[in-house]
T-cell receptor, first 113, second 108 residues
Framework: GAGVSQSPSNKVTEKGKDVELRCDPI?????LYWYRQSLGQGLEFLIY????????KSGLPSDRFSAERTGGSVSTLTIQRTQQEDSAVYLC???????????FGPGTRLTVL | GIQVEQSPPDLILQEGANSTLRCNFS?????LQWFHQNPWGQLINLFY???GTKQNGRLSATTVATERYSLLYISSSQTTDSGVYFC??????????FGKGTRLSVIA
């Protein structure tokens, strides 16, 4: 596709439920990143994948968060047992490599009731 | 880790005015990007500029890597320029580290 796509665009869930967020990177980009932006805050790094290397999970806030990238393309971010503090916009980005320009998707707005 | 500071935090401009946004960073960088986050939350790439000067229409940016700062110039501002401007850097093998942003409001 022409840009990074994410789905769903909005997700409302109840506290304690699991959610899955999807990211389709730009074709040919080997690096994929997840960030989140809480209301009125800056962007916080969560996890990134570079090619076939082990992902850098250093930004994940708790073990309820996990992500996978299948076939070096599509990525899924999973949040288990959601909490109200997980409410945020989750943004995905991709680039040719970690030093190259990153391009962002439109985000998924997650609301945990 | 690297620190990124942006100034000013808020800026109100009359349409047609010029402005300069600043980004200071605490270590050497491999990548520096400027983004505009529009009212719908989309991050729009403005510049990829780890060093040097670039121009795109009414916008230009300069990064002086040796002095650890970057500047974003907006000339003849328009109401559509309103939003939050973020500076973000990569240092070493890290992902992008973002500043807290400058919130710009352009009034007609």
């Amino acid at each position: 596709g022409a840009g990074v796509s994410q789905s769903p665009s909005n997700k409302v869930t109840e506290k304690g439920k699991d959610v899955e967020l999807r990211c389709d990177p730009i074709s040919g980009h080997t690096a994929l990143y997840w960030y989140r932006q809480s209301l009125g805050q800056g962007l916080e790094f969560l996890i990134y994948f570079q090619g076939n290397s082990a992902p850098d999970k250093s930004g994940l806030p708790s073990d309820r968060f996990s992500a996978e990238r299948t076939g070096g393309s599509v990525s899924t971010l999973t949040i288990q047992r959601t909490q109200q503090e997980d409410s945020a916009v989750y943004l995905c980005a991709s680039s040719f490599s970690v030093y190259n320009e990153q391009f962002f998707g439109p985000g998924t707005r997650l609301t945990v009731l | 880790g690297i620190q990124v500071e942006q100034s000013p935090p808020d800026l109100i401009l009359q349409e047609g005015a010029n402005s300069t946004l600043r980004c200071n960073f605490s270590d050497s960088v491999n990548n520096l990007q400027w983004f505009h986050q529009n009212p719908w939350g989309q991050l729009i790439n403005l510049f990829y500029i780890p060093s040097g000067t670039k121009q795109n229409g009414r916008l230009s940016a300069t990064t002086v890597a040796t002095e650890r700062y970057s500047l974003l110039y907006i000339s003849s501002s328009q109401t559509t320029d309103s939003g939050v401007y973020f500076c973000a850097v990569v240092s070493g093998n890290t992902p992008l580290v973002f500043g807290k942003g400058t919130r710009l409001s352009v009034i007609a």
